[in-house]
């Protein structure tokens, strides 16, 4: 189903604000969690300083699970 359709039914059955309520909470759930990966692989300033490509390595790695899981949110699976 294309996101065009998703969205319209939720208008009509007056859910889209409990939609955005709940991809608002998702996403900060995920956020804590992203938080939490970045302290547990030592992202940290120390290490941007010492070692900014493994840094970046990092962070990359971090963003693109935020990516993926970003998807799976907007699809509605």
Known sequence: MDSSRIHSG??????VEEHLLMV???AEQ??????EQMA???VTERLR????MLWVRKVNGIRERGRLWGKKVYTLD
């Open 10 to 15: 939720l208008f009509l059955a007056g859910k």
């Open 24 to 26: 608002q909470k998702q």
């Open 30 to 35: 995920r956020l804590d969690v992203l938080v």
């Open 40 to 42: 547990a692989e030592g």
């Open 49 to 52: 300083a010492a070692d900014q």
